[in-house]
T-cell receptor, first 111, second 113 residues
């Protein structure tokens, strides 16, 4: 069993839709929870992070962590074509410095 | 943004030839990583470094070696390339705690024929 499992998608939604991206993890020692966004033919970039259960908002993006269920989510409101990218969850906490990544979800937002 | 570059950006090579990919960062980060990205597998860690001359294996290290002689440079070598090593390779450097954010390079697209 992988330490981090991510819904693989792909997801295709119309502009303006609410998008939900999800990951589960197995190790309760994980401390920090991140979402990276990767545009086509680019390297991943950090989008959001959180280290506690609950929600964290940044504009149209909300990161949610439920440590009791070992479940993390990223919500995108009023999705835009510019949100089309691969989204990777990443978790830190069991090995000094190393991040564990999910498989990534390809999101396409149609105009 | 962290200044991290990779070279070459694209390479086509033949099975059995050695290949070296270079990663260069200007942020003086101690930690650096090499990943490969393949459809359905996400980012998989090949090797990482926690200082000059200090390296360790990741989850998919077979067939790869690394070297780090300077803080800013991290080299990945495929000793004898195989078709299964066709992939996109990403290098990352990492800011130390508390978040441990990794900054990625633009990637190298390697094709082994």
């Amino acid at each position: 069993q992988k330490e981090v499992e991510q819904d693989p998608g792909p997801l295709s939604v119309p502009e303006g839709a609410i998008v939900s991206l999800n990951c589960t993890y197995s190790n309760s020692a994980f401390q920090y929870f991140m979402w990276y966004r990767q545009y086509s033919r680019k390297g991943p970039e950090l989008l959001m992070y959180t280290y506690s259960s609950g929600n964290k908002e940044d504009g149209r993006f909300t990161a949610q962590v439920d440590k009791s269920s070992k479940y993390i989510s990223l919500f995108i409101r009023d999705s835009q074509p510019s949100d089309s990218a691969t989204y990777l969850c990443a978790i830190y906490g069991t090995s000094y410095g190393k991040l564990t990544f999910g498989q990534g979800t390809i999101l396409t937002v149609h105009p | 943004d962290a200044g991290i570059t990779q070279s070459p950006r694209h390479k086509v090579t033949e099975t059995g030839t050695p290949v070296t990919l270079r990663c260069h960062q200007t942020e003086n980060h101690r930690y650096m990583y090499w990943y490969r990205q393949d459809p359905g597998h996400g980012l998989r860690l090949i090797h990482y470094s926690y200082g000059v001359k200090d390296t360790d294996k990741g989850e998919v290290s077979d067939g790869y070696s690394v070297s780090r002689s300077k803080t800013e440079d991290f080299l990945l070598t495929l000793e004898s390339a195989t078709s299964s090593q066709t992939s996109v390779y990403f290098c990352a450097s990492q800011r130390e705690g508390p978040l441990w954010e990794q900054y990625f390079g633009p990637g190298t697209r390697l094709t082994v024929t």
